[in-house]
């Protein structure tokens, strides 16, 4: 095992490790941990040796491009959840090669959607550094980012992800108002169908503004059928009603 383990076969390196009897591990997700701002030079044996110390580790994978260079970022689980939290103490916020590690629990792309909280009207000197400043009182937040263009340049509007659902609401309670937007992220599909329902519904609105008519000092023996007869000649009625 330990002179076959990463070795590289047809592209990919093999990962030998003791079976583990418990299939609901990987299920359940314990011990999970991301790490992000690894070097290009990180491959997935060294990934491994500097988790390691920690505890037993069930999956290792470093994310790489088609030509097996390091994307900056990988997976580790652990056995036990002691051993994710020893790892996270001790290896978050570390140095490498003049990198600072982010070390914290993986979070599943259907918690991300509930957790993430989307956040614009933002100044164009607002930095990652002060959105986690303000956000920071309403819980632990694994990730922050201000959109930039391809020069840098703000656009204004960013992403703070907590680790869990109730403190994303929190912040939004709290923050939503004062001096920024602060929603929840919505999926592209998501905001593309809100977009579509509020157009519909100006649409319906400026119609009615246009095509409703209103008719007063009507006699006391006109109803509903007397007055669509009167208006009917002039087109088609969609409504009549005689309060």
């Not at 330990?2 to 093999?14: A, H, M, R, S």
């Not at 590690?101 to 614009?120: C, H, I, M």
């Not at 204004?156 to 994303?168: M, P």
């Not at 939503?176 to 157009?199: C, D, I, P």
Request: hydrophobic share 30%; aromatic share 10%.
């Amino acid at each position: 095992m330990e002179v076959l383990n990463f070795t590289p076969l047809n592209g990919k390196c093999i990962r030998i490790s003791y079976y583990n009897s418990d299939p609901t591990l990987r299920i359940t997700g314990v011990g999970n941990l991301f790490v992000k701002n690894l070097g290009e030079e990180m491959d997935q044996k060294s990934l491994y040796n500097m988790f390691s110390p920690f505890g037993n580790i069930i999956s290792c994978k470093l994310a790489t491009d088609p030509s097996g260079h390091s994307k900056g970022y990988g997976f580790i689980q652990y056995s036990t959840e002691e051993a994710s939290r020893n790892a996270m103490n001790q290896l978050n916020g570390s140095l490498l090669n003049g990198r600072e590690l982010y070390v914290g629990p993986f979070v599943s792309k259907r918690d991300r959607e509930t957790s993430n909280v989307f956040v614009k009207n933002l100044s164009s000197t607002t930095t990652e550094c002060d959105l986690k400043t303000t956000f920071a009182p309403f819980g632990s937040i694994t990730s922050v980012v201000v959109m930039r263009d391809e020069n840098g340049n703000s656009k204004c509007f960013g992403f703070v992800s907590f680790e869990k659902e109730e403190d994303a609401d929190k912040a939004i309670q709290g923050l939503n108002g004062k001096k920024w937007y602060v929603g929840r992220a919505q999926k592209k599909s998501e905001r593309e169908k809100e977009l579509k329902l509020l157009h519909e519904k100006e649409a319906r609105e400026r119609s009615l503004g246009q095509n409703n008519l209103y008719v007063k000092n009507l006699d006391d023996k006109i109803d509903n059928e007397k007055l669509n007869e009167l208006f009917s000649p002039f087109g088609t009625i969609t409504s009549c009603k005689v309060p």
